[in-house]
């Protein structure tokens, strides 16, 4: 596990389970590219801050948990879980009270102290299938 100097512990301890975004300005390098922003958000720390404030108003309960973390000179691989309850919209899909658990993993670049790209997946279909949002089987 890594320590609280490493600003991925900030990010996962701070932001994501105390929802404390205006940590997220500490955390990331001027330049900082999101390799796989979705919905078409901007690739830079402006993106991270718009989608997490809408995941967290669509799950506020929600809660990572880190599995591990692989550590290889600047790159910091870190397999996590992540539960909550959507009791708001999320990305157009309605409130629907259900419950999730889904798992990922993140690759971060570390250079001096501050986040400078992420790569990684989740199971962004087993989340849209544990709130309803897609059918569990297609017929």
Same mark, same amino acid.
């Given at each position: 596990?890594?320590?609280? $100097? %490493?600003?991925?512990?900030?990010?996962? /301890?701070?932001?994501? %389970? !105390?929802?404390? &975004?205006?940590?997220?300005?500490?955390?990331?390098?001027?330049?900082?590219? @999101?390799?796989?922003? +979705?919905?078409?958000? =901007?690739?830079?720390?402006?993106?991270?801050?718009?989608?997490?404030?809408?995941?967290?108003?669509? &799950?506020?309960?929600?809660?990572?948990?880190? %599995?591990?973390?692989?550590?290889?000179?600047?790159?910091?691989?870190?397999?996590?879980?992540?539960?909550?309850? !959507? #009791?708001? =919209?999320?990305?157009?899909?309605? +409130?629907?009270?259900?419950?999730?658990?889904?798992?990922?993993? /993140?690759?971060?670049?570390?250079? @001096?102290?501050?986040? $400078?790209?992420? =790569?990684?997946?989740? /199971?962004?279909?087993?989340?849209?299938? !544990?709130?309803?949002?897609?059918?569990? #089987?297609? =017929?």
């Amino acid at each position: 596990m890594f320590d609280e $100097t %490493n600003p991925l512990y900030r990010f996962y /301890d701070k932001v994501i %389970n !105390q929802k404390k &975004f205006e940590v997220l300005d500490e955390l990331y390098a001027p330049g900082y590219v @999101n390799h796989i922003a +979705p919905f078409g958000l =901007d690739s830079g720390v402006e993106g991270v801050k718009t989608l997490l404030k809408a995941q967290a108003a669509a &799950f506020p309960d929600w809660h990572i948990a880190v %599995n591990y973390v692989i550590e290889h000179g600047d790159k910091c691989i870190v397999k996590w879980t992540l539960t909550g309850t !959507q #009791t708001g =919209d999320y990305f157009g899909y309605r +409130p629907s009270c259900r419950k999730f658990e889904i798992s990922g993993v /993140d690759i971060e670049t570390i250079v @001096n102290g501050k986040i $400078t790209a992420h =790569d990684g997946a989740e /199971d962004m279909l087993g989340l849209l299938q !544990q709130i309803g949002a897609v059918p569990l #089987t297609f =017929d």
